[in-house]
């Protein structure tokens, strides 16, 4: 049997990616009755659709959000957007984000110390 060479150190990325869902109400009906978007993160792309696709199937909102729009979308235009509307009117917009959860520090433009 073959040993193998010396593992290679693993470079372990920096940040660990999250998923930010965020429900904006727009539209003239938002002007009638005030409210707040919510913000939800989720550590997971898949359970983030699912979870919005089973709040919409509660809801009786078509089901026009899926796995791989969302997935498209994020990696070409870095977000994805879903408006849902009522007889020509919108109501609310569906936003989902890629952000990078503890990213590294930059090095904020500090010089090395000169005194050594």
Not at 49 to 74: H, Q, S
Not at 102 to 108: I, S, V
Request: glycine share 4%; proline share 6%; net charge positive.
């Amino acid at each position: 049997m073959e040993r193998k060479a010396e593992k290679e150190p693993r470079i372990r990325p920096t940040g660990r990616i999250i998923y930010e869902v965020t429900i904006q109400h727009v539209g003239s009906l938002n002007a009638l009755r005030q409210r707040e978007s919510k913000v939800i993160f989720f550590s997971n792309l898949r359970k983030a659709v699912d979870a919005i696709t089973a709040e919409l199937a509660l809801t009786n909102w078509p089901p026009r959000i899926n796995y791989t729009a969302v997935y498209r979308g994020i990696k070409q235009r870095e977000f994805y957007s879903c408006d849902f509307d009522v007889a020509g009117t919108r109501v609310f917009r569906i936003k989902v984000v890629a952000r990078v959860l503890n990213p590294a520090l930059p090095r904020l433009g500090i010089d090395d110390n000169p005194t050594k």
